[in-house]
């Protein structure tokens, strides 16, 4: 198995691992999460049977009270009637029984008025004592029942107004309490859940509570959007409460849960971006390695390279001074300038390259008379020139003798064999 394969191997262990890892966590927090959403769906379905359990014992209470009002409104037409008998009343038993009925009530608020609304008694309150005209305002504030007729003599009649015993508004009063800590209960015992609760026409909020605020319920198109996703995630409960028909209870999943359903997307953009870094950074970091490899080779190179270019320099002078006239060594001495200009290129790899002044048209002249000497004849260079000044140029001058070299060459490769031309045009630009 050669090193290219090792590699391949390598990565597709790391992918195939790193994918493990993403589907193992997954796994295992979406799990999790149903496990939270049964744990609170379950503690939702107690809190729902506690809520029902809660309303029937307010609805009985509710009955009771009903039982009661019923109960005094016999106990009051009673005492009308013994009022009336013990006027008619001609035994000593009769008589005694009647008193016993009308003295009897210790607890129901009476006001007995003649015809001309003239107070002629007032039984269990305090207020109408000092008073003695019995005005339609103090009917309608005193009671809602109508007045018991009272035949006293012939014709004579009186009325009695009634309303339910001080027991009872001392006893409704706590029922009302009750009735509003059942629903703050509600709200308050809901843990995180939103909850909306209703009357049965679905459009007046009784109570809310969970993360809601008032801008959400009381806004009617917020409140049938809140109660449409609330109906559309659980069914609502319905309980019977003292003053209405139906409440309904809308609830939906905590926002802890809400929110949770969205971390194993979140959590796998984290680990795949995590995991894309890592990667990213391992080859950057391994290219960086390579890069300063090669860059120390390169300069071992121009470095082991310059010992025998000294050598070739050194001959070639020798040669020089006896063949004085010999072309040849002219053209050596240049392929060793060329070798030693190679030398300092690789000396560069890895650097930070210096900048000179340099006439670029210069540059580009050498190139081409080095190019034209070492390529086939059928390929003539062209350098057209139309500056009325050489251009000055801040450049790294062996670093752009490369470049052009590559430029040449490679124009070179695409002729082949064929006969061509490589024209050169400089111009100035803004």
């Not at 992918?15 to 496990?35: D, E, H, P, Q």
Request: charged share 25%; with cysteine.
């Amino acid at each position: 198995m050669n090193l290219y394969s090792k590699k391949r191997n390598s990565k597709l262990f790391l992918v195939v691992f790193a994918l493990l890892i993403v589907v193992v966590s997954l796994w295992y927090t979406n799990r999790f999460l149903n496990k939270l959403a049964r744990e609170e769906q379950s503690q939702i379905r107690i809190w729902a049977k506690a809520i029902g359990q809660k309303a029937d014992l307010v609805n009985y209470t509710e009955h009771l009270f009903k039982n009661l009002r019923e109960k005094e409104h016999r106990y009051i037409q009673l005492w009308a009637l013994a009022m009336k008998k013990l006027g008619e009343a001609s035994l000593d038993d009769e008589m005694s029984f009647y008193m016993e009925v009308v003295s009897g009530n210790k607890d129901i608020p009476v006001v007995v008025v003649d015809t001309n609304n003239i107070i002629q008694a007032v039984l269990n309150t305090n207020k109408y004592k000092e008073s003695s005209f019995f005005s339609l305002a103090d009917k309608r504030h005193f009671t809602s029942y109508p007045p018991i007729i009272i035949k006293v003599y012939g014709d004579e009649v009186q009325y009695a107004y009634y309303r339910n015993s001080n027991l009872y508004y001392r006893l409704k009063r706590t029922l009302d309490d009750y009735t509003n800590l059942f629903l703050n209960e509600v709200v308050s015992t809901s843990l995180s859940t939103p909850v909306i609760i209703t009357d049965s026409s679905k459009t007046k909020v009784l109570s809310y509570g969970g993360n809601l605020d008032s801008t959400d319920v009381y806004d009617s198109t917020m409140l049938h959007q809140h109660i449409d996703k609330m109906v559309a995630d659980n069914e609502p409960i319905i309980v019977d409460l003292p003053g209405a028909t139906h409440c309904y209870i809308f609830y939906e999943d905590s926002q802890i849960l809400t929110e949770m359903k969205w971390f194993p997307l979140i959590f796998f953009f984290v680990i795949s971006l995590f995991l894309i870094l890592g990667y990213s950074l391992f080859s950057f970091s391994r290219r960086s390695e390579q890069s300063k490899v090669w860059a120390g080779m390169a300069k071992e190179t121009a470095h082991q390279l310059g010992t025998p270019i000294s050598s070739l320099m050194g001959w070639i002078e020798v040669l020089k001074m006896q063949y004085p006239n010999e072309e040849g060594l002219a053209e050596m001495s240049k392929d060793i300038d060329r070798l030693t200009l190679v030398s300092e290129r690789f000396s560069k790899i890895g650097s930070d390259p210096d900048f000179n002044d340099e006439n670029i048209v210069e540059i580009i002249e050498s190139v081409i008379s080095y190019m034209e000497r070492r390529s086939s004849q059928r390929i003539e260079y062209i350098f057209i020139n139309n500056l009325k000044e050489d251009p000055i140029l801040r450049l790294n001058k062996q670093l752009i003798v490369w470049v052009f070299e590559n430029l040449f060459r490679n124009a070179v490769d695409a002729i082949g064999n064929g006969k061509g031309k490589i024209k050169v045009f400089i111009s100035l630009h803004d």
